[in-house]
């Protein structure tokens, strides 16, 4: 089945770019997604990439897709204290398997 | 309105009592999930159902049952509870029909706390 890894922790300034990473096993995954949750709240889907796309850009997010090294990436430019939650990589065909998290936090 | 809808959102209990965690929504998909978090561990399958007579097991399904009384309602028993149950559940639901995405739609969480 598919496993997911990510890195569990991130520290940027506000204002520099984040870059959160995650790799996944299943090849055959249609979608790849990252989720968003902010404190004491569910997750929100943020954004997604269609598996046959190599990247995606809405406003400020960016997300590079590698599917030779199964690789992908979430670029959040121009970071801000409101973008400070736990970001999760997800993937594989339903039901949908996440990666650990990566808690980014954002100093002022 | 929240479209999934979990209830309760906090509970404690002790150990050995029966708890139920219940899941509604109104978004009409036909697919509903139990997850649970845990600090470090990401979020871990319980049990998912595709429609009202399919019920499947996720990753950690021992220790839990569930039970899909209709197709807009998915809850979630520990019929004996145990201190490292203690977590943050999520119920999410999806639809493939159509030109979907296969996303997931959480719930707001159900946090137990089993003494």
């Known amino acids: 089945g598919e496993d997911v890894e990510q890195s569990l922790f991130l520290s940027v300034r506000e204002g520099d770019s984040s870059v959160i990473n995650c790799t996944y096993t299943d090849s055959s995954s249609t979608y790849l997604y990252w989720y968003k949750q902010e404190p004491g709240a569910g997750l929100q889907l943020l954004t997604y990439i269609f598996s046959n796309m190599d990247m995606k850009q809405d406003q400020r997010l960016t997300v590079l897709l590698n599917k030779k090294d199964k690789h992908l990436s979430l670029r959040i430019a121009d970071t801000q204290t409101g973008d400070s939650a736990i970001y999760f990589c997800?993937?594989?065909?339903?039901?949908?398997?996440f990666g650990k998290g990566t808690r980014l936090s954002v100093i002022a | 309105d929240a479209d999934v809808t979990q209830t309760p959102r906090n509970r404690i209990t002790k150990t050995g009592k029966r708890i139920m965690l219940e899941c509604s929504q109104t978004?009409?998909?036909?697919?509903m999930y139990w997850y649970r978090q845990d600090p470090g561990l990401g979020l871990r399958l319980i049990y998912y159902s595709f429609d009202v007579k399919d019920i499947n097991k996720g990753e950690i399904s021992d220790g839990y049952s569930v039970s899909r009384q209709a197709q807009a309602k998915f809850s979630l028993s520990l019929e004996s509870a145990i201190p490292n149950q203690t977590a943050l559940y999520f119920c999410a639901t999806s639809d493939f029909r159509g030109t979907g995405t296969g996303e997931l739609f959480f719930g707001e969480g159900s946090r137990l706390t089993v003494l």
């Open positions: 997800a993937g594989g065909n339903t039901p949908l398997v």
């Open positions: 978004k009409g998909h036909d697919r």
